[in-house]
């Protein structure tokens, strides 16, 4: 999920299947062997998890695209054709890839040339699945959204991939026609843009060192927030900066969010957060539900 508005390698997105989330037990790989008399043994080769999840939301959130205040024609055509995609099945399609297992498709971006008819759309390619890169072809559930889009209108897709804290300032400038980055709705950001219709639910998780055992007794909501309420600045709390994690940990008004009495520490993108966790340098880490299902399942399969 992201106050103005996720580095994970292309692997993380492309390994992702649906519902797939990391336990904190152990796993094991078998292994046969024939001996030259035919006879077949099995060898049993114990991985551990590194990471999991805390398999429970904190919040309730709905991503939407961003458009600028004064493009009421654009936000008209880009909620129209979100409904259409909805209805047709396209959206579906596009999640299942992500979601289900199938196969990304790659999204060019064409070079900025204002002699061109372009949509220029500002995203953060760090937030698998939702927008990522490898090399110079971008990829993600956002990305593809808007590339048909583009076809739709008639118009060369440029994006630009910026720091996350700067796609809606581009947006509100008028340097981007649109933004698409995982983007939460909310009153505040309301304030720069206009959001279209939504098109994706999405909560904050909990990642976990795989043998921190404090989350393992919660099964609701009330009890993940009372475990994380129960800490103090001694415990430090890492997230990707600007997203809604920030707000979350940090505390905001606007967003609703009393915040937590945690140090507080922000990252380029929640796989680095993750990381520094493993490195044992923070305790925990909050960030949405998909790349964090992503984040866990890569760091599980090393």
Not at 38 to 51: L, M
Not at 71 to 83: M, Q, V
Not at 119 to 145: R, W
Not at 180 to 202: D, H, I, M, P, W
Request: proline content about 2%.
């Amino acid at each position: 999920m992201k106050k103005a508005l996720k580095v994970i390698s292309v692997i993380l997105a492309l390994a992702m299947v649906a519902c797939c989330f990391a336990s904190c037990g152990s796993k094991e790989k078998e292994t046969n062997t024939t001996a030259a008399t035919g006879s077949s043994d099995t060898t049993k080769t114990e991985t551990k998890d590194v990471v999991k999840l805390v398999k429970i939301s904190l919040t309730d959130e709905e991503y939407g695209f961003a458009v600028g205040k004064n493009d009421a024609e654009l936000l008209k055509s880009l909620n129209e054709y979100i409904a259409a995609i909805k209805t047709d099945g396209t959206l579906n399609t596009i999640m299942a890839k992500y979601f289900e297992g199938g196969t990304p498709t790659g999204v060019v971006s064409a070079e900025l040339d204002k002699s061109k008819d372009q949509l220029v759309v500002s995203t953060n390619a760090e937030f698998a699945p939702f927008e990522y890169k490898d090399g110079d072809t971008f990829y993600g559930v956002d990305l593809e959204i808007v590339d048909g889009f583009a076809k739709k209108l008639g118009k060369e897709l440029v994006i630009k991939d910026i720091d996350f804290n700067s796609v809606l300032n581009e947006v509100e400038s008028g340097n981007a026609d649109m933004s698409a980055s995982g983007l939460t709705v909310n009153e505040e950001r309301l304030k720069q843009v206009n959001f279209s219709e939504t098109y994706y639910t999405a909560s904050q998780y909990v990642i976990a060192p795989a043998a921190d055992t404090k989350f393992d007794a919660c099964t609701t909501r009330e009890d993940v927030e009372k475990v994380l309420n129960s800490f103090d600045s001694s415990v430090a709390i890492g997230f990707q900066s600007g997203t809604t994690a920030q707000f979350y940990v940090e505390g905001d008004e606007d967003w609703g969010f009393p915040g937590l009495k945690v140090q507080a520490k922000g990252y380029d993108s929640g796989a680095l957060a993750v990381q520094d966790m493993i490195n044992g340098n923070i305790q925990y880490v909050i960030i949405d539900e998909a790349p964090a299902t992503v984040i866990v399942d890569n760091y599980n399969a090393k």
